[in-house]
């Protein structure tokens, strides 16, 4: 009744006596500007760069529009080339000629992990680099860590882990991004980074990472494909409750920033993960929902900047701090462009 009330005709004009008007805050780009609840900046993005062993030129990436793996003669003009566009953080994963059953060559200090990180410390030394710390990309089998019989070993995999940890913050990390989903991974590297002197590197970790049928054109780029799945220790994407569970025993064991992976078909558990911490926030923009956004726009379905500015928009308002993105220079040329028009008008 009280809606059939206000909404009758008050004049001859025909103007309704309408209590809300929504649109009185829409009605040009500056009163919307003054609104905005969510705003996307490029220190919120973060580059992954795919760094090949013994390559000389780069290699496409056929399942990956326009992304390559970078040799590693080349990686510190693409870190340069990155800050030069707004970039203020990369992930580092090496795609490696070198492979073991344990994924050695990653705790040697002359192994792809150790010599791509230094490259790229040494290229810009403000850029954040972070190390995408697991093993699938460095075994013969393409598991994330040690296999005993038919199963990964969680603990001899935190064993490796911690080595690994430690040869990335020698080489110059940043942060060290554990994404192995092994129980305990996170404390396992804190005590390993503490108890060799390396206090101030931080820890990304990937604390609610879903077995995700997106992460194909990933594992072509990254050569880590195997035969069989993760599905014993990546989430069962059917658990929400589980994923809360996991990212908060991560904040407990001394995580400094948490992450969701994937991204956009997992808004529900980054949303409510913001409800529960009070750490950054990441959230991974996967390979797959990259590729998608690249084969509708080529296909003329929709407009690819526009869908890939709205696309990153949904993470942060779902509440994530940080979003690692294919996007992200592209994202950043177009939030700089954007900004520089502002101040010239």
Known sequence: MFWNKRLSKTDDEGAFDIPFRFRRARKSE??????????????HLVLPIFVGEGIDEPQLIESLPHIYRTPEHQLGGVVRNAWAEGVRAVLLFGVPQKKDAEGSDTWSEKGLLARMTRIAKEAVPEMVIITDNCFCSYTTHGHC???????????????NLQKQAVIA??????????????????????????????TDVGILSYAAKFASNLYGPFRAAADCHLKGDRKTYQMDPANRRQALLEALADEEEGADMLMVKPGLFYLDVLSELRQQTQLPLAAYQVSGEYAMIKAAAEKGVLDEEKVMMESLLAFRRAGADLIITYFAEHACKVLNEKELHSAIE
């Open 30 to 43: 500056a009163m919307r500007a003054m609104v905005r609840e969510t705003h996307l900046r490029p220190e």
């Open 169 to 198: 913050a020698e080489a110059g990390a940043d942060m060290v991004a554990p994404s192995a989903m092994m129980d305990g991974q996170v404390a396992a590297i804190r005590e390993a980074l503490d108890m060799t002197g390396f």
């Open 145 to 159: 860590g040690v296999v005993v019989g038919d199963h990964v070993d969680n603990d001899l995999t935190l064993q």
